[in-house]
């Protein structure tokens, strides 16, 4: 017979044993804890950390309306990106907020500020929203005013105050550096142009410009090319800051890097614009077809004397082609999903070119989210029949890796959550600086 106070104390330290397995197993070894920290991450997942939490009305959703850019040709998948200020416009705003489209044509932007949420009203639908990528002090919002009529407002963070009002096209986005807006209009066919313009993101601008193509070394413009102010048709007269008309295709692209060089690929060829003195200059142009690698360079794909085809890299501020090497793999298709580095580049859907950043783990979060709120979205999806409508095959998701967080809109409300804290977040922060 074993006596009672031996079984006592052993109960106790079996109960010790219990807690301390259960407080130490989701730490890595390193950490004190029990699991390997290579192990896959979706074996240390019990469950993830909600941040914040944002109900959504009947009828409201992250969603825009009108919202493709000039230079994209299909609808931007809603988490597909690092959320890098190239890529296309998200509702799912870094780790700060979203924007919802509701009833009515009424929208709102909400953003998490000191612990709570604050709305930025408006009473027409969004077609964009996007936080300045420098301090997240901006927010740059178009509106569908009407049939054929968008309207731009860059307002200031947080205190909502409307810094300036513009007339715009379906579109709108900072430079890289978060110091000027771009925005825009289709010229009336059948010219085929864009009418683009830029704008401080500081403070209002009275100046209102337009390119003369008039640079001596260059090719003069297109035969009836509007290079004068009153030649414009009346919305683009009425489109003010400072603004260059530009052959526009399908298939063409733009890229604005700082707030006074924009890179302009299209049938034709290839032009460098340098803004000088409030207005917009060719510092130069070539035939080719550019090839973004963002943060890093710009590259070109052209033929050569031959009429072979051969790769070239530039600095972004600047035009200065070297020649790369033959024997290097051929780049991945252009997408503006892909983050550059000097010897290879990685896409937020893990497709990788190049050398492999030293020990990058593979994405695991986002299955692992997805599988985690999927009761959530099953819940949602019997409560609202329209969120099969929305969300048919299960809970959205929207990682920001280098904000070390995700959005998940499971159908009722979206959930800001934390990630796992693994290195692979680590690698993307110091990649995305």
Request: aromatic share 12%; hydrophobic share 45%; charged share 20%.
């Given at each position: 017979?074993?006596?009672?106070?031996?079984?006592?104390?052993?109960?106790?330290?079996?109960?010790?044993?219990?807690?301390?397995?259960?407080?130490?197993?989701p730490r890595a070894k390193g950490d004190g804890g029990v699991i390997s920290g290579d192990a896959p991450v979706a074996a240390n997942l019990a469950s993830f950390e909600t941040i914040?939490?944002?109900?959504?009305?009947?009828?409201?959703?992250?969603?825009?309306?009108?919202?493709?850019?000039?230079d994209q040709a299909d609808p931007w998948p809603f988490g597909a990106g690092f959320n890098t200020p190239w890529e296309p416009a998200s509702p799912y705003l870094s780790d700060q907020g979203l924007a919802l489209n509701g009833p009515d044509g009424?929208?709102?932007?909400?953003?998490?500020?000191?612990?709570?949420?604050?709305?930025y009203r408006f009473d027409a639908p969004l077609c964009?929203?996007?936080?300045?990528?420098?301090?997240g002090r901006h927010l740059l919002v178009t509106l569908r005013m009407g049939t054929g009529r968008f309207e731009t407002r860059l307002l200031e963070v947080p205190e909502g105050r409307v810094l300036w009002v513009s007339d715009s096209g379906p579109w709108s986005r900072f430079s890289w550096d978060g110091k000027s807006v771009l925005l825009g209009l289709e010229a009336p066919p059948p010219l085929g142009a864009l009418l683009l313009s830029s704008r401080t993101a500081e403070k209002e601008s009275t100046d209102t410009t337009l390119a003369p193509w008039d640079e001596k070394a260059l090719p003069p413009?297109?035969?009836?090319?509007?290079?004068?102010?009153?030649?414009?048709?009346?919305d683009g007269k009425d489109l003010?800051?400072?603004?260059?008309?530009?052959?526009?295709?399908?298939?063409?692209?733009?890229?604005?890097?700082?707030?006074?060089?924009?890179?302009?690929?299209?049938?034709?060829?290839?032009?460098?614009?340098?803004?000088?003195?409030?207005?917009?200059?060719?510092?130069?142009?070539?035939?080719?077809?550019?090839?973004?690698?963002?943060?890093?360079?710009?590259?070109?794909?052209?033929?050569?004397?031959?009429?072979?085809?051969?790769?070239?890299?530039s600095p972004l501020d600047r035009v200065a082609w070297d020649a790369v090497s033959g024997s290097s793999e051929p780049w991945p298709a252009y997408d503006p999903a892909w983050v550059w580095y000097p010897n290879g580049a990685i896409s937020a859907k893990d497709d990788r070119w190049g050398s492999a950043l030293p020990g990058l783990q593979p994405e695991r979060q986002r299955e692992a989210l997805s599988k985690?709120?999927?009761?959530?979205?099953?819940?949602?999806?019997?409560?609202?029949?329209?969120?099969?409508?929305?969300?048919?095959?299960?809970?959205?998701?929207?990682?920001r890796e280098a904000q070390t967080m995700a959005w998940v809109w499971v159908g009722n409300r979206v959930l800001m959550v934390r990630l796992q804290s693994v290195g692979r977040l680590r690698q993307i922060k110091a990649l995305l600086k």
């Open positions: 017979m074993i006596p009672k106070r031996y079984l006592i104390a052993t109960l106790f330290i079996a109960a010790m044993l219990v807690i301390l397995s259960v407080v130490q197993a914040a939490q944002y109900e959504l009305q009947e009828g409201w959703v992250p969603r825009f309306q009108n919202s493709l850019d000039p009424k929208s709102e932007v909400v953003l998490w500020q000191g612990l709570e949420w604050r709305h964009s929203a996007r936080l300045d990528p420098a301090k413009p297109p035969k009836g090319w509007m290079v004068k102010p009153d030649q414009l048709w009346d003010p800051g400072e603004r260059l008309l530009i052959p526009w295709q399908s298939n063409a692209r733009f890229w604005f890097p700082t707030k006074d060089r924009l890179w302009v690929s299209e049938a034709t060829g290839w032009t460098l614009w340098a803004l000088e003195d409030g207005i917009w200059h060719r510092r130069e142009a070539g035939a080719g077809v550019l090839m973004a690698h963002p943060p890093l360079a710009m590259g070109l794909v052209a033929l050569d004397k031959e009429g072979s085809f051969v790769r070239e890299s985690s709120f999927r009761a959530e979205w099953r819940v949602a999806a019997g409560l609202r029949a329209s969120v099969q409508g929305w969300l048919p095959n299960g809970p959205e998701v929207a990682m």
